[in-house]
């Protein structure tokens, strides 16, 4: 087996996590993944779902699609980012189908579609450059067409939610509105020369600086050289859950201690989706298809369906309202109590009444 043959590294006694992820995590982990975790058990529990896989324009997507209990669901997609994937939303899907038996209004309950990511899951590897964000929201749009939704809501963190503010972009007569819990990092609105930005906006980019200084390693490989890293992480099982277990730490609200938010099942059966579906080059690619074609509004160019925005308090650096209403009709905000990144997974209770709440008043201009 594999794990069993890990090559493990020294580290400088008593580090922990100082230079990157803690050999004594990682050695439990792994011995948990080798000997305990039940990969056949967490598919038996994925099949009481209903998946499909669907042909767009020559690209196969995997997607979850669970019908709403209630006299006129709202059609809802959810996209998911890295390194994440469709398990990001499994908690909140009953929320969101059938609000009623989880202490939700009973009159605002949704159609929920969750599709992976080309290259992500069980969706195909794009054999082609140009699978960014972009040609994602027009496959996105196409996937709801076919499946008898003109018009429907949109909602996603990370690559989703830039997928989900181009659909609201583009595809603006298909898409009741959009709600985000994270502002994709390329966005860049429109801004006059010579116009002054507020303080509080000058204070962000900077923080954004600094961030990708302290934290952006992973990101500015992914962007440039993604094909490098990833032989030795599509070939090492316990390279590949380093790589991706690190950032469920980092950046979700679990004070260092990632099993206070995700058990090791959580992680691993993530983990083991890219390990299986051989998915981690594919799915790092979109970082550098993204480099390519960012999220930067042109002149005049502005989301203008309703727009809602939950912030995390553990999702950072996070823009400022001011910077996002330069390029986002924001009508709704939430400040939420705790969170981080991965909020489906993390607090699907308030992520999902946020959705309510904001979408609900919208449908009866559906």
Same mark, same amino acid.
């Given at each position: 087996?594999?794990?069993?043959? &890990?090559?493990?590294?020294?580290?400088?006694?008593?580090?922990?996590?100082?230079?990157?992820?803690?050999?004594?995590?990682?050695? @439990?982990?792994?011995?948990?993944?080798?000997?305990?975790?039940?990969?056949? *058990?967490?598919?038996?529990?994925?099949?009481?779902?209903?998946?499909?896989?669907?042909?767009?324009?020559?690209?196969?997507?995997?997607?979850?699609?669970?019908? /709403?209990?209630?006299?006129?669901?709202?059609?809802?997609?959810? #996209?998911?980012?890295?390194?994440?994937?469709?398990?990001?939303?499994?908690?909140?899907?009953?929320?969101? &189908?059938?609000?009623?038996?989880?202490? /939700?209004?009973?009159? +605002?309950?949704?159609?929920? +579609? =969750?599709?992976?990511?080309?290259?992500?899951?069980?969706?195909?590897?794009? &054999?082609?450059?140009?699978?960014?964000?972009?040609?994602? *929201?027009?496959?996105? #749009?196409?996937?709801? +067409?076919?499946?008898?939704?003109?018009?429907? %809501?949109?909602?996603?963190?990370?690559?989703?939610?830039?997928?989900?503010?181009?659909?609201?972009?583009?595809?603006?007569?298909? =898409?009741?509105?959009?709600?985000?819990?994270?502002?994709?990092?390329?966005?860049?609105?429109?801004?006059?020369?010579?116009?002054?930005?507020?303080?509080? @906006?000058?204070? $962000?980019?900077?923080?954004?600086?600094?961030?990708?200084?302290?934290?952006?390693?992973?990101?500015?490989?992914?962007?440039? #050289?993604?094909? &490098? *890293?990833?032989?030795?992480?599509?070939?090492?099982? %316990?390279?590949?859950?380093?790589?991706?277990?690190?950032? $469920?730490?980092?950046?979700?609200?679990?004070?260092?201690? +990632?099993?206070?938010?995700?058990?090791?099942?959580?992680?691993? #059966?993530?983990?083991?989706?890219?390990?299986?579906?051989?998915?981690?080059?594919?799915?790092?690619?979109?970082?550098?298809?993204?480099?390519?074609?960012?999220?930067?509004?042109?002149?005049?160019?502005? =989301?203008?369906?309703?727009?809602?925005?939950?912030?995390?308090?553990?999702?950072?650096?996070?823009?400022?309202?001011?910077?996002?209403?330069?390029?986002?009709?924001?009508?709704?905000?939430?400040?939420?109590?705790?969170?981080?990144?991965? *909020?489906? %997974?993390?607090?699907?209770?308030?992520?999902?009444?946020?959705?309510?709440?904001? $979408?609900?008043?919208?449908? %009866?201009?559906?």
């Amino acid at each position: 087996m594999r794990l069993a043959r &890990t090559r493990w590294l020294d580290e400088i006694p008593g580090s922990d996590w100082e230079y990157g992820v803690d050999l004594r995590f990682m050695h @439990e982990l792994c011995d948990y993944w080798k000997d305990q975790f039940d990969w056949l *058990a967490q598919v038996e529990k994925l099949s009481e779902l209903h998946h499909f896989c669907c042909d767009v324009d020559g690209t196969r997507i995997h997607f979850i699609h669970e019908r /709403g209990k209630g006299p006129s669901p709202i059609p809802l997609i959810l #996209t998911h980012g890295w390194p994440g994937s469709f398990l990001e939303m499994l908690k909140i899907i009953p929320l969101l &189908t059938d609000p009623a038996s989880h202490g /939700g209004d009973p009159s +605002v309950s949704f159609d929920v +579609v =969750v599709p992976s990511l080309p290259g992500f899951g069980y969706s195909s590897r794009p &054999t082609q450059p140009g699978m960014n964000t972009f040609s994602i *929201a027009d496959l996105w #749009t196409r996937l709801m +067409v076919k499946l008898g939704y003109d018009r429907f %809501a949109a909602q996603g963190g990370d690559f989703g939610a830039s997928v989900s503010t181009i659909l609201g972009l583009r595809h603006s007569d298909h =898409v009741l509105g959009v709600h985000l819990n994270y502002i994709p990092g390329s966005y860049r609105p429109e801004i006059e020369p010579g116009a002054k930005l507020a303080p509080v @906006e000058e204070s $962000f980019l900077s923080d954004v600086e600094r961030w990708y200084t302290d934290h952006g390693a992973y990101a500015h490989l992914q962007r440039n #050289t993604p094909q &490098t *890293a990833s032989y030795g992480l599509n070939d090492s099982p %316990a390279a590949l859950a380093a790589w991706i277990v690190e950032k $469920f730490r980092d950046w979700a609200d679990c004070d260092g201690d +990632v099993e206070k938010r995700f058990s090791k099942d959580d992680l691993l #059966t993530n983990v083991t989706l890219y390990w299986m579906t051989e998915t981690i080059h594919s799915s790092c690619r979109l970082y550098y298809e993204a480099k390519k074609k960012p999220l930067q509004f042109a002149k005049g160019e502005r =989301v203008r369906v309703p727009c809602g925005v939950a912030r995390f308090p553990k999702e950072a650096p996070f823009p400022p309202r001011a910077w996002i209403e330069r390029g986002y009709n924001v009508q709704h905000w939430t400040e939420m109590p705790r969170g981080g990144h991965f *909020a489906a %997974a993390e607090e699907p209770e308030s992520l999902a009444k946020d959705l309510a709440d904001f $979408f609900g008043p919208l449908r %009866a201009g559906r």
